[in-house]
């Protein structure tokens, strides 16, 4: 029985585990790569409106979720993106969060949306609807997946809602 051990001996003796190592080392800044991805990568998170609506030929009124609540405030950047607009060039309107409702009404949360300044004075604007998409926040995926698990410190509070038909405005 010693020859196959010494065969194997010899084999182990022969082998420079080469391309072993490589593909450790591969794994290695691999693992490395995602790890830095996953604690430093910005992640960008949106706010979708139900509803949009010009009220004047500056200003628009979205109506979100009850859920945007505490993600919206004042000076957020968003995108208008318009219904059945015709001009590719004109459909998609940068925007600009002025104020936002404190209330639930209706089992909406309402908020009114500045133009931008690059928009075109020749759009025809009132009566127009669409919807909204805020930048609401930033956050790596390590913080998402800690808010996911309800962990996370960086969640905003939520303001006291009011149930619908209560009245108030927003």
């Known amino acids: 029985m ?14 420079n585990f080469q391309s072993s190592i ?6 290695g800044v691999l693992m490395i790569a995602w790890l830095c991805w996953f604690f430093i990568a910005p992640i960008t998170l949106y706010e979708a409106s139900e509803t949009a609506q010009f009220i004047d030929n500056l200003h628009v009124i979205a109506y979100f979720p009850p859920s945007a609540l505490g993600y919206l405030r004042p000076g957020q950047l968003g995108q208008l993106r318009l219904d059945g607009f015709p001009s590719v060039q004109y459909s998609t309107l940068p925007v600009v969060v002025e104020t936002v409702g404190a209330k639930i009404i ?8 500045a133009l931008q300044p690059d928009v075109p004075s020749t759009l025809p604007q009132l009566g127009l609807t669409g919807q909204v998409e805020i930048e609401s926040d930033h956050l790596t995926p390590a913080n998402l997946l800690l808010r996911a698990a309800g962990r996370s410190a960086s969640v905003p509070a939520s303001p006291t809602q009011v149930p619908a038909g209560s009245g108030g405005n927003p």
Not at 2 to 15: H, I, K, N, Q, V
Not at 22 to 27: C, K, P, S, T
């Open 2 to 15: 010693s020859t196959p051990f010494s065969r194997s001996m010899r084999a182990l003796e022969t082998d």
């Open 106 to 113: 209706d089992g909406h949360l309402a908020a009114t949306l």
């Open 22 to 27: 490589r593909r450790l080392i591969l794994i």
